[in-house]
């Protein structure tokens, strides 16, 4: 069979997803488009491949890639994945699918009018627990399902500079102006995958607190936002966007009538899965506390990979859909991917709004795409020297100090 050529745009995430795509017999790595020359000449390194280096995009798709894997700023992934459709060419998109509503209407648009496979490189639904409480959830032991949450909680020392230099190189960067209801999909996707659920309301309130005088600071003050859904099922989701509180996890809960599973908060893969007494299934107890397996051809690969395995499995899906012609499955497709952008963006404006309820469009519907068409309000700098037009911290008033600026940018010059 012909070998897929695949194009890496963005030299970071994107030469992670890269080396696991390397695995898969049927792929080809064909060329990186990365405008920061020294990260281009790093990832070069570590993908260990002779291919050549773009900066234009227009020219790196001249190349007529047959995929390629989107990993450039988080917020910014809409334009090159609408150029991709307009060539008839595979995406794989990083993160968030589109950074605004309108966006989010554009892309929904411009991929109807294509023939191109769409997905979300949400990699957090393939570790090893999730994959279990889905099998889990797909069994219907728990009986119907009326809640889960979601954490991706991942706080970073605030003295850590050397962190500042590799992920916050620049004053405009993203990261200095992330909204923490925005890096969404780690806390929801692997709750939707399980369940099925799609958020159809959402609320949010902020956790503020800024740190420490001392350390260089970013433009957001908030350690966490909680954001409660009410989805198309009638159950009820509790997520964090990229949370900063307690200890590093990832933690995850699904519950139904009969019972519950949740993996373990700081004991690894653990799962417990716990049932009432009256509705314990044959073959458990009413407590069940385990490590589950793989059960997977490619396990080689996928104990190598990062984010717990995810990083390959999602690469083998994205060609799998690619091979068989289909487009992925929910929360994979585009349309999860823009909803679950959508309750990041609207989670939000919740959060500015004291908590408000907003309705999360479904833009199957035009009607429903035209109220948001020209929606492009944004706490990020663009690329193209746009500015935010919309706070980023619930305090809409709050600003590191100007000795934490000036410190900030001391630490980008040494």
Not at 327 to 352: F, G
Not at 367 to 374: A, G, P, S
């Amino acid at each position: 069979m012909k070998k897929i050529r695949i194009g890496i745009m963005g030299a970071g995430r994107g030469i992670d997803l890269a080396n696991n795509l390397k695995l898969i017999e049927d792929c080809e790595i064909i060329a990186l488009c990365e405008i920061d020359k020294k990260r281009a000449d790093e990832g070069i390194r570590k993908l260990g491949l002779d291919i050549p280096v773009y900066e234009d995009f227009d020219e790196f798709l001249e190349l007529k890639p047959d995929a390629v894997v989107l990993a450039n700023y988080f917020h910014e992934h809409t334009p090159y994945a609408i150029k991709c459709f307009e060539k008839g060419i595979h995406v794989l998109s990083e993160c968030i699918s589109n950074g605004t509503m309108a966006q989010g209407v554009e892309l929904i648009r411009a991929y109807e009018k294509s023939n191109s496979i769409y997905m979300l490189a949400e990699n957090y639904p393939q570790m090893k627990f999730n994959r279990e409480m889905k099998k889990i959830c797909n069994g219907g032991s728990l009986g119907k399902i009326l809640y889960a949450e979601g954490e991706y909680n991942h706080p970073v020392d605030p003295y850590d500079n050397g962190f500042k230099k590799s992920h916050i190189y620049f004053p405009e960067h993203w990261r200095n102006f992330l909204p923490r209801s925005y890096y969404i999909t780690h806390s929801l996707a692997p709750i939707m995958w399980a369940t099925g659920a799609t958020p159809k309301k959402v609320s949010a309130q902020p956790v503020f607190s800024p740190i420490p005088e001392e350390a260089t600071g970013r433009f957001v003050g908030d350690s966490a936002t909680v954001i409660t859904t009410l989805n198309d099922d009638g159950s009820v989701f509790k997520v964090t966007g990229c949370s900063a509180f307690g200890a590093h996890h990832n933690a995850y809960r699904i519950c139904g009538v009969n019972g519950q599973v949740e993996n373990l908060r700081g004991l690894g893969e653990k799962i417990m899965l716990r049932y009432n007494e009256w509705a314990i299934p044959e073959g458990r107890e009413e407590v069940n506390f385990y490590e589950p397996e793989w059960d997977d051809k490619d396990e080689d690969f996928i104990e190598k990979a990062g984010h717990g395995g995810g990083d390959y499995i999602v690469g083998r899906m994205f060609i799998d859909c690619i091979k068989s012609g289909k487009q992925p499955e929910h929360p994979y497709d585009i349309h999860s991917a823009v909803t679950m952008s959508s309750v990041a963006i609207l989670a939000h404006r919740s959060v500015l709004n004291g908590g408000t309820p907003h309705d999360i469009p479904d833009f199957h519907l035009e009607e429903r795409r035209k109220q948001y068409e020209n929606d492009n309000d944004t706490p990020f700098y663009g690329s193209d020297g746009s500015i935010p037009t919309i706070p980023c911290c619930s305090k809409t008033d709050y600003k590191p100090t100007q000795e934490q600026i000036s410190a900030y940018l001391e630490t980008l010059k040494n």
